[in-house]
């Protein structure tokens, strides 16, 4: 197996009514495809305006996961790399208002509520469940350890279910995440089970959130299976990220600054990240998975993979 290159959709939806036609999948496929890229990452969602963010979405949307799956191979795609989710989400076919891996007595159903999405990555050849390592830290605040201890029981769990599919849970750190914090991220990877659990690293998440991608990916090799880039121009020095309600008015309104668009692609003028220093790192450390490119908040989607498609090919040599 060799490093192969994946692309997020979740650019392609900034607003709840956005991206929900088959028409507009179409496009961004084949657009995907143009650019290089031979997978995509679906990111997890709820209700009849985000059809492709649940296995009984795309059911009901393209038949079946089945004809949803020849499709993506018709236009040139290989696989849904990835599926990025979030237990604390609201989910309304489970009239449920959203979980946390905080709460033990969630477990269960956390581990449920998962189970149809591994089983869906299976079939689409796809290896890796991304799931948010822990809530936003202006809700959980201090992470003591007997919450990581009680969020690793769930995560391993988890593990433990989506490996019977073949597929790992990889811990993703946001900007926003409790996990987003060198030391907390340490004790939480520590705490979980490396058999079954994994570490994304979101170079952008963790640049925005004052988190050096290269240092984290040195420190955890052994850990790391999953890689997503996108860059930004920003680090929150303010602590905007812990203030209540950062999801409005930090990420969306743009905090303080009043910042437009916090992510960019890979190799923007001007971005912090430095990718060429840790795709190295990856593969100095044998890394061989999926690299996820990713741009949200762009103002043009197209642009944007094809902007990573070029720095892909032409700077990184993927």
């Known amino acids: 197996m060799s490093i192969r290159r994946s692309y997020a959709l979740n650019q392609w939806k900034p607003n709840f009514d956005d991206f929900c036609r088959p028409d507009a999948h179409l496009r961004a496929f084949k657009t995907v495809v143009a650019a290089g890229f031979t997978g ?21 949307t393209y038949g079946s996961l089945a004809t949803f799956g020849k499709l993506l191979t018709d236009v040139g795609l290989t696989a849904v790399s990835s599926w990025a989710v979030d237990p604390g989400e609201p989910v309304d076919e489970e009239l449920s208002h959203g979980r ?7 477990h269960a159903a956390i581990v449920e509520w998962a189970r149809p999405f591994a089983a869906a990555l299976a079939e689409l050849g796809g290896s ?34 989506t490996a019977g599919h073949g597929v790992r849970v990889s811990l993703h750190a946001d900007v926003l995440s409790a996990a987003a914090d060198d030391e ?42 999953h890689l997503q880039l996108k860059d930004t121009r920003y680090v929150d020095t303010a602590g905007e990220r812990l203030r209540p309600h950062a999801e409005h008015a930090f990420l969306t309104a743009g905090g303080d600054r009043e910042v437009e668009r916090w992510f960019f692609e890979v190799g923007t003028r001007d971005g912090l990240v430095d990718a060429p220093a840790v795709l190295d790192a990856a593969r100095g450390a044998g890394y061989d998975g999926w690299v996820v ?8 989607p197209a642009s944007s993979v094809m902007l990573n498609g070029w720095c892909a090919k032409h700077r990184l040599g993927l």
């Not at 990877?189 to 058999?195: E, H, N, Q, S, V």
């Not at 994304?200 to 963790?206: M, Q, R, Y």
């Not at 490119?293 to 043009?300: I, K, L, R, V, Y």
């Open 40 to 60: 995509v990452e679906l990111r997890g969602g709820t209700g009849r305006w985000d059809p492709l963010g649940r296995p009984s979405s795309i059911e009901a």
């Open 100 to 106: 946390s891996v905080l709460e033990r007595g969630q």
């Open 128 to 161: 890796r469940l991304v799931v948010r390592a822990l809530p936003a830290a202006w809700q959980v605040g201090a992470v003591d350890d007997a919450a990581i201890a009680t969020a690793a029981e769930c995560f391993d769990a988890l593990g433990a279910m």
């Open 184 to 225: 907390v991220l340490d004790r939480l990877l520590a705490a979980t089970d490396p058999a079954v659990v994994g570490l994304t690293v979101d170079t952008g998440e963790l640049t925005l959130a004052g988190l050096d991608p290269v240092a984290v990916v040195h420190r955890h090799a052994a850990r790391l299976d």
């Open 293 to 300: 490119f990713e741009s949200e908040q762009t103002p043009n």
